[in-house]
């Protein structure tokens, strides 16, 4: 490839393409956090000034239910001092550097991670177009690759520091690139496998890698005089190879404690987390999910050795659990588990930093089951994320799905919310279990655009018990949390109604497929028909009100605007909130 060759998506025109997209969801997304407050011109029309008043940002937008601002991108204009200027989203933060709270050590790096969210932006808008309606016949990889926006929440949801344009072209999900996974030899010493019940290392990395990979993989050890027993095979991100563990990792290589291999056979593609692989070659075969230290929307995207020893048995845990509750099980929900974990540690880097350190995080991978083999004759998957896609003629998947299904929008959003909806609220009121099922988390098992079921996925890290006192076996302790009373049903408020059903919502208003009232009436009646199902829970219901007036305005851009390298601690996910007043509840009184 030519230097120029690997920037031709950087034309001009997709550049103010991009921007007007972006600061369109800045102005919609920092508007609901309540960072700014759009000045009402009448009719629809609102006004946004820079921090020195001098710049005038105008558009118009149409309010909707949990104070959602839907902006038209088309009719966004910048003016200062009477003359237009073109929508630019690096101007945008730095003219409103104030108000946002961006500071001196903070905002060079929102800049660049804006950089990157523009540049893949401007990469999608140079595919062949896609429509909806096509997607909604597509498999399961053709949506995971045809997404055109990130987190609904986040501006800055494609930052990828750390990759320069070689390595996005390679591994970014949008592009859809194959990817060979490198392999190297941990020494037991220092590495450590966990799996969980019913897997032994030496028969699951042959059926992963094939008995005549495992052989040319000995070979490679036995032709430098090591012997194969004192080491444990690890898959790792190319970039993590090339980028870090060369370097960081150099005396650990120097010593043979680790033994690059080389690539593996099989290919992968990227999923929309960026650092999770779908074997293309063997679909049936395991996710691997690998280390990668590049900052991305809000964290270091490593995977810590010692939080991967209890992986395995957490995923067990969890799926006992759903095994043995009739609710959950009526529901279809499923998870596809973590089965097996290899962390290695690096001793002297541990002894230099604290449980926090990006230093901690640079080497571990595990394997999470397929949803593949799970699927009956006629269903097909989807990652959730996709209902939330609008392709370039403005149309939703939701709504190409719906017309596919045939069935009445409200009935159609039924069979969702049972899969999805009912599992959430049945873990946390009969067992204070949350998960962080944002879109991205949840794979839908469809038949005929119908959602007939749910699969829950990245379970260790991302479910949390909020009873501190709750008798848990001893390996699985690392998940019980302390919450605050007042700040435990956030995890349904904010996670499910505010960063996801809001914008399904609004997209479905927007395209006249089913009104908000509608949608919010059938969210309140399969959450009354689950609560009616389990009548022993009731004083649970009471405790926690599902329908109560109104409920905290929790703030995601807000954390990434305060700290973009180390936004949450995960073992104290409500310490980091940030609170911004309060939403009225759109069930409330339904």
């Not at 505010?498 to 089913?514: H, K, N, P, S, W």
């Not at 807000?558 to 973009?564: H, I």
Request: net charge negative; proline share 6%.
């Amino acid at each position: 490839m030519r230097p120029a060759d690997a920037v031709t998506h950087l034309s001009p025109e997709r550049w103010e393409r991009a921007n007007r997209l972006l600061v369109r969801k800045a102005l919609a997304e920092f508007a609901h956090e309540r960072l700014i407050t759009p000045e009402p011109e009448g009719g629809g029309v609102y006004t946004v000034r820079s921090d020195d008043g001098a710049t005038r940002y105008r558009f118009t937008a149409t309010r909707r239910a949990l104070d959602h601002w839907q902006i038209d991108a088309d009719s966004l204009t910048r003016h200062r001092d009477g003359t237009e200027l073109p929508l630019a989203a690096l101007d945008f933060f730095l003219e409103l550097r104030a108000r946002l709270g961006l500071g001196e050590e903070i905002l060079p790096v929102y800049l660049e991670e804006i950089s990157s969210t523009l540049s893949s932006t401007c990469y999608k808008l140079a595919k062949p177009p896609v429509t909806s309606a096509q997607l909604a016949h597509a498999d399961f990889q053709a949506i995971e690759t045809g997404m055109t926006e990130g987190h609904p929440c986040f501006v800055a949801n494609n930052g990828r520091l750390g990759f320069g344009i070689h390595e996005y072209l390679a591994y970014a999900p949008e592009t859809a690139t194959p990817v060979r996974l490198v392999w190297l030899a941990a020494h037991r010493l220092r590495a450590v496998f966990t799996a969980g019940a019913g897997i032994e290392y030496a028969s699951f990395v042959r059926q992963e890698l094939g008995e005549p990979t495992v052989e040319r993989f000995h070979r490679t050890l036995t032709d430098q005089g090591l012997d194969p027993a004192d080491y444990l095979l690890l898959p790792v991100h190319p970039w993590q190879w090339w980028n870090k563990l060369t370097v960081t990792f150099a005396a650990e290589i120097a010593r043979r404690d680790l033994v690059c291999l080389g690539e593996s056979d099989d290919e992968y593609l990227a999923q929309q987390s960026i650092r999770t692989f779908f074997n293309t070659s063997n679909p049936h075969k395991h996710y691997v999910k690998t280390a990668l230290s590049v900052l991305n929307m809000g964290f270091m995207r490593g995977l810590s050795a010692a939080y991967m020893e209890a992986t395995p048995a957490i995923n067990d845990w969890l799926a006992r659990l759903i095994d043995d509750d009739p609710v959950l099980k009526s529901t279809g929900l499923t998870i596809i588990r973590e089965r097996a974990a290899v962390g290695y540690r690096h001793l002297e880097y541990e002894a230099a930093t604290d449980r926090h350190s990006p230093y901690r995080k640079m080497l571990a991978a595990l394997w999470r089951e397929s949803p593949v083999p799970s699927l009956r004759e006629g269903e097909q998957l989807a990652t959730m994320a996709s209902l939330l896609h609008v392709d370039h003629e403005g149309r939703g998947l939701a709504a190409a799905l719906i017309e596919r299904s045939g069935l009445p929008p409200r009935e159609w959003l039924r069979h969702y919310l049972r899969a999805y909806l009912v599992p959430l609220l049945h873990c946390f009121y009969a067992y204070d279990l949350v998960f962080m099922p944002h879109g991205e988390n949840v794979v839908l098992v469809l038949e005929d655009g119908v959602v007939r079921r749910a699969v829950f996925k990245d379970i260790a890290e991302e479910i949390a018990v909020l009873d501190p006192e709750a008798v848990l076996p001893p390996e699985v302790r690392r998940i019980r949390v302390d919450v605050p009373e007042d700040k435990k049903l956030l995890s349904i408020f904010t996670d499910v109604f505010d960063c996801f059903f809001r914008f399904l919502a609004a997209q479905l208003a927007a395209e006249g497929v089913l009104e908000e009232d509608g949608f919010w009436r059938t969210v309140a009646e399969v959450a009354r028909a689950y609560q009616e199902s389990v009548p022993e829970l009731a004083d649970r219901f009471r405790q926690y009100d599902l329908f109560a007036p109104e409920f905290a305005l929790s703030c995601l851009n807000r954390l990434q605007l305060r700290d973009n390298r180390q936004m949450v601690d995960l073992t104290d996910p409500s310490g980091a909130l940030q609170l911004a007043g309060t939403l009225a509840n759109p069930i409330a009184g339904l």
